[in-house]
């Protein structure tokens, strides 16, 4: 975490009732959780995109073959 956001969240968390023990526990936890939520969004934009890029690799793999085999 660097130093700017530590410290605007050490001055946040008191405001909303949150003391900096209670913060440093929930950070990691919070990090994870959004981490994974991150994580699990992607999948189906990643698949989805290596899903439409299969076809042009075999493409391009198909054209490298033939021009080094001269056809």
Not at 24 to 40: C, I, K, N, R, T
């Amino acid at each position: 975490m660097s130093a700017k956001l530590f410290e605007c969240l050490t001055k946040t968390a008191p405001k909303q009732g949150i003391n900096k023990s209670e913060f440093h526990q929930a950070a990691p936890s919070s990090l994870y959780d959004v981490m994974v939520q991150g994580y699990v969004e992607m999948s189906s934009i990643n698949l989805l995109l290596a899903t439409e890029s299969i076809a042009v690799e075999y493409e391009a793999e198909s054209i490298v073959e033939r021009a080094v085999s001269g056809g």
